[in-house]
């Protein structure tokens, strides 16, 4: 077994020619038609890029980054209960309740939220017939606020399954250890669950990262035309123009936003070392 | 119970009411939409209930019937075309030494790991030359790539956990190398394949992207007829396509734990 197998690598080839088909010479020809014009080399197409959408580019890493925030928030929040409860009740309803949107699709999710959300949708007539709210002041929330929803309704359940199966897989006698010693439970949280499973929660958020850089359904079905996020410039450049060489500097620009993600990771790991 | 508990009890209970609404709220939106008749402002609830777009839907000439059986198609195919690449892959990944097997097994997570969208406005085009866009074909080959880090993935997985014991045994009493593989290994990572392929059938079924870019005009699948129906304000006509596409998904988050065990999911990745 000490020599690499030729059978081996003649099974493993067809998977391989099939990624390098229809992802790798895709992502040649992506970069190709963004950095050149009739065979020279040219930045001409970041340029107009950047003077046409600079907006939305701000408005995706926007959208991306309080989304990817608010994930972290509610999965510890939720990983934490279910780790760290004594109401036993209050554990199975909530491992029950969360994961109902995991497999569901963005665009069944963003269908869902175009209608929930609305001025008149089941949100705002509940909370108006439950007295929160008064009619006049109902408002729709289609638009950034609606795309952050989704995002977090359906990506929450992801990053929570694998933050509490993180949780669960802990020592308990530190945990023990630190409510004995009079810790509350928040503290014992912070201080002492999560800088154990930060590896995974940060694998966690930037799998959700790139999904939601990747994702045109729901902005194209939840919010508004303007503005907007990148994969929906994208689409319009080429359904609307033609225009592969605007679309393809724009991909290249998301290509930037998922690159200092995965650096950012990557130096992480370094730092602390595989698990 | 004293009045602090009595209080802290109620919190939980609210703070979990809060939480099932906003996550079934949607859901609860989307189940009245494909039962209103007719249902427009300023009232709360649809004006008048019925089934009458069900039986648009369902009607056996309609447009609905026909992108239900092209998405069954497109995905059973995906499967075939994703298990005959990764049943080789996994068990060599699971079974023989490969030089950089890490950099094979990135190799398969880049399609899922880069924004897709710049990806698939290049396939569309290079399809497009070659006669394969918008075609069957062409929108399986797409599922099947996006696909293959969860087939070649748990392949892997559930290959590795078939005790190699059992394999020698074989070969001990004179079974050949491809008897062993088809009548001792796969039988055993059966059930993790067959995880992997309900993976990659639900993906291919869900996929929006993709085939929004490579299948049109002419593939319609049940995602573009949702996203059509929406645009062009049919909302009972995208909530019941939206129901068809959400039984499978949430029956599936019901019942993974018993095709993906543990053992399997721990060697996920590795």
Redesign the interface.
């Known amino acids: ?5 030729p ?3 003649l ?2 080839a ?3 020619a ?2 390098a ?7 040649g ?2 970069l190709v ?1 963004a950095f050149t014009a009739n065979g020279e080399p040219t930045l001409a197409h970041f340029e107009k890029a950047f003077e046409l959408y600079a907006t939305d580019i701000r408005f995706t890493v926007f959208i991306v980054l309080v989304s990817t925030a608010l994930i972290a928030l509610i999965s510890i929040a939720i990983a934490g209960v279910l780790t760290l409860s004594e ?1 036993p009740r ?1 554990i199975t ?2 491992r029950w ?20 959300l609305a001025k ?4 705002n ?2 909370l ?2 439950a007295g929160v709210l008064d009619p006049i002041q109902t408002a729709s929330l289609l638009d950034w606020r609606g795309i952050v929803i989704t995002f977090v ?1 359906k990506q929450v359940p992801f990053v929570t399954l694998m933050l509490a199966g993180a949780m669960a897989s802990l020592d308990r006698a530190t945990i023990e250890a630190g409510r004995n010693l009079g810790a509350s439970r928040l503290r014992v949280l912070v201080e002492i669950v999560l800088p154990q499973v930060g590896q995974t929660l940060l694998v966690g958020l930037v ?1 959700s990262f ?1 999904t939601m ?5 729901v902005p ?2 939840v919010a508004g035309s303007q503005p907007t996020m ?2 929906v410039d ?2 319009f450049r ?1 359904n609307s123009y033609g225009d ?1 060489a605007t ?2 500097a ?3 620009i ?2 930037a ?2 690159a200092v993600v ?1 650096w950012i990771y990557l130096r992480h790991q370094v730092r602390h070392g595989t698990p | 119970m004293t009045l602090r508990a009595v209080l802290g009890t109620a919190a939980k209970a609210l703070a979990l009411a809060l939480f099932a609404f906003a996550l079934f709220g949607p859901l609860a939106n989307l189940a009245l939409w494909s039962v209103a008749e007719r249902w427009y402002t300023p009232f709360k609830l649809p004006v008048t209930y019925g089934l009458r777009y069900w039986e648009v839907v369902f009607r056996p000439t309609g447009d609905a019937m026909s992108s239900l059986a092209t998405s069954v198609a497109i995905a059973g195919l995906t499967v075939l075309v994703a298990l005959l690449v990764s049943v080789p892959a996994g068990y060599a990944l699971a079974r023989l030494k490969l030089p950089a097997r890490t950099l094979i097994m990135i190799a398969f997570l880049l399609p899922q790991a880069f924004p897709s969208v710049a990806i698939y406005i290049n396939v569309a085009r290079i399809f497009y030359q070659i006669g394969l866009a918008g075609t069957v074909a062409g929108v399986v080959l797409v599922h099947a790539a996006h696909g293959l880090v969860y087939s070649v993935w748990i392949a892997a997985a559930a290959f590795a956990t078939v005790d190699r014991d059992l394999e020698l045994a074989a070969r001990n009493m004179g079974a050949s190398g491809l008897r062993t593989f088809a009548t001792i290994t796969l039988p055993l990572a059966a059930p993790g394949i067959m995880a992997s392929a309900i993976f990659v059938f639900l993906e291919s079924l869900d996929e929006f992207t993709g085939t929004f870019f490579v299948g049109v005009p002419q593939v319609t699948t049940l995602p573009l007829l949702l996203y059509s129906a929406s645009m062009g304000g049919n909302y009972q006509i995208a909530s019941i396509t939206a129901l068809i596409l959400l039984v499978p998904s949430v029956a599936f988050m019901m019942v993974i734990e018993r095709f993906l065990r543990a053992d399997v999911l721990s060697k996920v990745g590795q």
């Not at chain 1, 088909?21 to 992502?27: D, G, K, S, V």
């Not at chain 1, 995991?102 to 665009?107: C, Q």
């Open positions: 077994m000490s020599r690499p197998s059978l081996g690598l099974l493993v067809p998977a391989l099939l990624v088909a229809l992802f790798l010479y895709p992502l020809f992506s038609a109401t209050l309803t909530l309740l969360y994961r109902w949107p995991l497999f569901i699709p963005f665009i069944v999710a963003a269908q869902c939220m175009r209608t929930f008149n949708g089941l949100m007539n509940t108006v017939a309704w799998l790139v850089l990747s994702v045109l359904s194209m079905m990148l994969t994208m689409a080429i592969y679309a393809n724009l991909g290249v998301s290509y936003m998922t995965a």
